[in-house]
């Protein structure tokens, strides 16, 4: 297993340090250090395209298409250099992380030429529309539905959830299109423009005060009869090979973000003498282990993605990052007292920790909850029984 990076590999690192090093201490200063998902939108949308400019946006993808034909390892590297450096969260997260790979994986040369550069230039934003009020775990129970009308597909439907679709230009959704649909069967996974009469988007408020995520209506919404990926009816097949993609190396890139979010509970601990405290020292050192312990297990899907191997442990990988990063939350909250239940502006001004803490919630609930993913390590990586599906049967 590797344990580290050649020296070729550290050569990239280099390249990539110093890119982002000058952008972040020159023109895009004042989105250095942002870590909240909806600040400074304006701003997050010309780094999008200064990273497209220069080939960073979408490492991973081939040339022809925007990316820079990085090899896995300068994938793990760049989001390493790019936490590192605080550079801001991706605005197009969902377009370079789940659209772009499922429009490679299953989209026609056509769509693939129209869809994916504009995504790595940072023009086009995107945003998934799977849940709705009834089909969050239960994905296969979605009421949406789309049918033909002429050269376009007309839908209509409510998503619920649906994260930064307020900064979006595209929508991908499943909706029902085949006669009689039911369960998985009869799905599509259309691509919608947001920017239409019949497509309302309507954000709701979470805990950290922000509104990341909305409700998205269908009422009457139209989109070219070509923007539909995969065959009619075969949206359950598309849409499961985009959840390998956000249940798999995607959250690599965010693992290296939570180096950041320790050290800044250990300053927080140092600084106010919650350090020599037994019980935090032990919670601290548990949380140090938790890390080290992510790092290797990332090494090893590394390595094994770059052998072809199929190695059902990354199936325990969601599991670990939510519940480690909700523990890191508490933790962060115990260390700082009732300073971190007050804040000093208005509203909902949060500083970093107390906001992890809120949002650390959240993570074990997207991208499939933790019983979701006990079901799944339970299933696919030891082999138990299927848990009763009646709609699956
Ligand atoms: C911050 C955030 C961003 C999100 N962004 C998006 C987005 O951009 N687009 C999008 O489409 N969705 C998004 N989601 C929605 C997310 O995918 C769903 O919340 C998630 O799939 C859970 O569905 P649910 O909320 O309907 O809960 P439910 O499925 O109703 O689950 C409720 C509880 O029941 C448990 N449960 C359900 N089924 C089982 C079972 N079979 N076995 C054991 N326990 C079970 C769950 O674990 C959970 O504890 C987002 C959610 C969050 C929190």
Known sequence: ????????????????????????????????????????????????????????SCVGWPRAYGGRDATLAEQVIFAEEYARAGAPPRLNHIGIELAGPTILAFGTEEQKARFLP????????????????GAGSDLANI??????????????????????????????????????????????????????RGVTVRPIHQITGEAEFNETFFDGARTDAANILGAPGDGWKVA????????????????????NELDAVIAAARANGEAKNPLIRQRLAKAEIGLKIMRY????????????????????????????????????????????????GHDYAFPMLP??????????IYGGTNEIQRNIIAERALGLPREPRGDLK
């Open 143 to 196: 009421r949406t539905r789309a049918w033909r009308d002429g050269d376009d597909w007309v839908i209509e439907g409510q998503k619920i959830w649906t994260s930064l679709a307020q900064f979006s230009d595209w929508i991908f959704v499943i909706a029902r299109t085949g006669e009689g649909s039911n369960g998985p069967k009869g799905l599509s996974f259309l691509l919608i423009p947001v920017d239409q």
């Open 1 to 56: 297993m590797r344990l580290g990076f050649s020296p070729e590999e550290e050569a990239f690192r280099a390249q990539a340090a110093a890119w982002l090093a000058a952008e972040l201490d020159g023109p895009f200063a004042d989105v250095r250090h942002i870590t909240s998902l909806t600040a400074s939108p304006r701003r997050r949308r010309d780094w999008e395209k200064r990273l497209g400019e220069a080939g960073w």
């Open 297 to 344: 297990g990332a090494l090893r899907m590394l390595t094994d993605a770059e052998s072809g191997r199929l190695n059902p442990a990354a199936l325990t990988y969601k599991i670990q990052w939510a519940s480690w990063r909700r523990d890191l939350g508490e933790l962060a909250m115990d260390v700082l007292g009732v300073a971190g239940e007050t804040v000093a």
């Open 118 to 133: 504009a995504i790595a230039r940072g023009e086009k934003i995107w945003c998934q529309g799977y849940s709705e009020p």
């Open 240 to 259: 499961m090979g985009l959840l390998g993609f956000e249940r798999g190396v995607s959250t690599l890139a965010q693992q290296m973000n939570f180096r």
């Open 355 to 364: 906001n992890l803490f809120l949002y650390s919630r959240a993570d074990t």
